[in-house]
T-cell receptor, first 114, second 113 residues
Framework: ETGVTQTPRHLVMGMTNKKSLKCEQHLGHNAMYWYKQSAKKPLELMFVYSLEERVENNSVPSRFSPECPNSSHLFLHLHTLQPEDSALYLC?????????????FGPGTRLTVT | QQQVKQSPQSLIVQKGGISIINCAYENTAFDYFPWYQQFPGKGPALLIA?????SEKKEGRFTISFNKSAKQFSLHIMDSQPGDSATYFCAASKAGGYQKVTFGTGTKLQVIP
């Protein structure tokens, strides 16, 4: 595997379910990011991790819970989501948080909340 | 003040034509302006970027033009090809320490044969 991988690619969940999104980067980067991408809106930065420490929590509802066990893996735990949370969730990594513009993105997880 | 405004929302260009996407920003502290290209089913990928100390940067068929006084920058795709059909995002960031990237809303480009 190369670059940034995300699993699953598609996820349908009910509002009472609990699920997790997984991201893995094979680039030796030290910073990892979660973004939400909705149609006709700018990418919304959700969380930023630098060397497994969270450096930004961008006013994200507590029903989204990130976890970064090491610099290569990032998870987004989901519970009691709302229909408006349906979106493409993108993971990205960069060499460091000081070069966020040189991010490498994964293909995303298309989440549908029913 | 953190917004980056992008236009048009969608664009249809004939093969061989020039595609032009425009962006404007308010925050004069921004000093790095990347463009990302996103194909369906893929995440965005860094395409080309410019710093405000130059007015133009060219990489192959892709050119960024930068107007610091007007706080505007644009992406030009010369000799547009069907394979260029994608969504393009402009963005802006500040150097130094941790500074998040502010993205535009995206332009969906379709190049027709």
């Amino acid at each position: 595997e190369t670059g940034v991988t995300q699993t699953p690619r598609h996820l349908v969940m009910g509002m009472t379910n609990k699920k997790s999104l997984k991201c893995e980067q094979h680039l030796g980067h030290n910073a990892m990011y979660w973004y939400k991408q909705s149609a006709k809106k700018p990418l919304e930065l959700m969380f930023v991790y630098s060397l497994e420490e969270r450096v930004e929590n961008n006013s994200v509802p507590s029903r989204f819970s990130p976890e970064c066990p090491n610099s290569s893996h990032l998870f987004l735990h989901l519970h009691t989501l709302q229909p408006e949370d349906s979106a493409l969730y993108l993971c990205a990594s960069s060499q460091s948080v000081q070069t966020p513009y040189e991010q490498y993105f994964g293909p995303g997880t298309r989440l549908t909340v029913t | 003040q953190q917004q980056v405004k992008q236009s048009p929302q969608s664009l249809i260009v004939q093969k061989g034509g020039i595609s032009i996407i425009n962006c404007a920003y308010e925050n004069t502290a921004f000093d790095y302006f990347p463009w990302y290209q996103q194909f369906p089913g893929k995440g965005p990928a860094l395409l080309i970027a410019i710093r405000p100390d130059v007015s133009e940067k060219k990489e192959g068929r892709f050119t960024i033009s930068f107007n610091k006084s007007a706080k505007q920058f644009s992406l030009h795709i010369m000799d547009s090809q069907p394979g260029d059909s994608a969504t393009y995002f402009c963005a802006a960031s500040k150097a130094g320490g941790y500074q998040k990237v502010t993205f535009g809303t995206g332009t969906k480009l379709q190049v027709i044969p």
